[in-house]
């Protein structure tokens, strides 16, 4: 009896072009670890891989937050894990990296890579939560509170790229933006169920839209659309000719984001909980994205400053170097805060 055939390699995925341009087909850039030539292509031309995440501002975090070998250390929002692996590696021998993140999805794969490394086990502690939860979860992981504390408030580009996620408009998908998407409501349920004051009013204040009250009117007077392109084609079709109505699409986008998640509460808590958070003299450093974010951060640091509760805190914003705009320009928009526990026992 003739030995089996071999098994046949599998055909690549078929795609229209030359190279793959749906997220699905760019199986290359799904598999790093087995394609890191072309991965390295891909980066080399500023671009951020299909299901990954590049890091903002990594060093002058590191730099900003400086944790020592057995410290205990917070990523609030652990996303694809860039920041949490440099953190890791930072607090050995003897530190712990206590890490979270609301992503059912995104989290478990993180968790994973993070864990490959080789580090202790005991090193990574990992919870899917929102930082809301923050003071909670310390209370029982880390009573003393933590050496350092690192919050990147911004969408990770695994969860933009993915049209299933429902947070791109570049391609169609359902519109959904929710982070948790087995939790609250989805974008398309939202809109469907607004009025159109307060939509007007949530595009304001949560996106300084200029077009708001227009918008609010098609948007409202109209079927709400189901699917992200079907959202970006009527906001094309609204703004005057002469604006950018690609900036008001991302506006848009931005506002309906932050709702479907209540970013900006959560926010709130997180900020008003910090302080108690770090250890005496311990250190957060707080990425943001957008005027409404960083304007909380700003007055929670100086607030509570001014209470003696921090001894220190970033009195400019830091923004991306010349050269990592240039290689990712998706950090275009961060800016970084920083401050410092008071050590006193008045704080």
Same mark, same amino acid.
């Given at each position: 009896?003739? &030995? ?10 078929? +795609? ?10 760019? +199986? ?17 031309? @500023?671009?951020?891989? $299909? ?8 060093? %002058? ?24 692996? %440099? ?8 530190? *712990? ?20 490394? @080789?580090?202790?086990?005991?090193? #990574? ?28 408030? @911004?969408?990770?580009?695994? *969860? ?21 998407? !087995?939790?609250? *409501? ?10 159109? !004051? ?7 204040? =949560? !996106? &300084?839209?200029?077009?708001?009250? #227009? ?10 659309? @189901? ?5 970006? $084609?009527?906001?094309? $079709? ?5 604006? &950018? ?8 986008? *931005? $506002? ?8 900006? /509460?959560?926010? &709130? ?8 958070? #770090? ?30 509760? +921090?001894?220190?805190? /970033? ?8 050269? %990592? ?21 008045? =704080?």
């Amino acid at each position: 009896m003739s &030995d089996p055939s071999p098994e046949r390699p599998k055909r690549r995925p078929r +795609y229209a072009g030359k190279n793959p341009r749906k997220f699905s087909e760019k +199986y290359k850039e799904h598999a790093p670890e087995r394609y890191a030539a072309d991965v390295e292509k891909v980066l080399a031309r @500023g671009k951020t891989p $299909a299901g990954t995440h590049r890091p903002i501002m990594l060093r %002058e975090i590191m730099e900003l937050l400086a944790p020592p070998p057995g410290a205990t250390a917070v990523d609030a929002t652990l996303g694809y894990g860039g920041h949490a692996r %440099e953190l890791l590696a930072a607090i050995q021998p003897g530190g *712990q990296l206590i890490a979270m993140d609301a992503d059912p999805i995104e989290l478990p794969k993180t968790e994973a890579r993070l864990r490959a490394l @080789g580090f202790p086990a005991e090193s #990574l502690l990992v919870r899917r939560m929102n930082f809301a939860g923050l003071a909670q979860l310390l209370a029982t992981a880390a009573p003393d509170g933590a050496d350092v504390i690192l919050a990147d408030l @911004g969408v990770s580009s695994m *969860q933009i790229d993915n049209p299933a996620r429902g947070f791109t408009f570049k391609a169609d998908g359902p519109l959904d933006l929710r982070m948790n998407p !087995a939790r609250g *409501q989805s974008a398309a349920a939202l809109l469907a169920g607004l009025s159109a !004051a307060k939509l007007e009013k949530l595009l304001i204040e =949560s !996106a &300084d839209e200029p077009h708001a009250a #227009l918008l609010a009117r098609t948007l409202t007077g109209a079927p709400a659309p @189901g699917t992200t392109t079907a959202l970006a $084609a009527i906001i094309r $079709a609204a703004v005057p000719r002469e604006d &950018d109505a690609e900036l008001s699409v991302r506006r848009v986008f *931005q $506002a309906l984001r932050i709702a479907v998640n209540d970013e900006f /509460a959560a926010l &709130d808590t997180f900020l008003r909980h910090l302080p108690q958070c #770090l250890k005496p003299g311990g250190r957060v450093a707080i990425l943001t994205f957008h005027s409404g974010e960083d304007r909380r951060v700003k007055h929670a640091f100086k607030t509570g400053e001014r209470n003696g509760l +921090y001894a220190a805190v /970033a009195r400019d914003v830091i923004r991306p170097s010349a050269d %990592e705009l240039h290689a990712n320009p998706r950090s275009s928009s961060a800016k970084l805060r920083w401050a410092r526990r008071a050590a006193g026992p008045s =704080s």
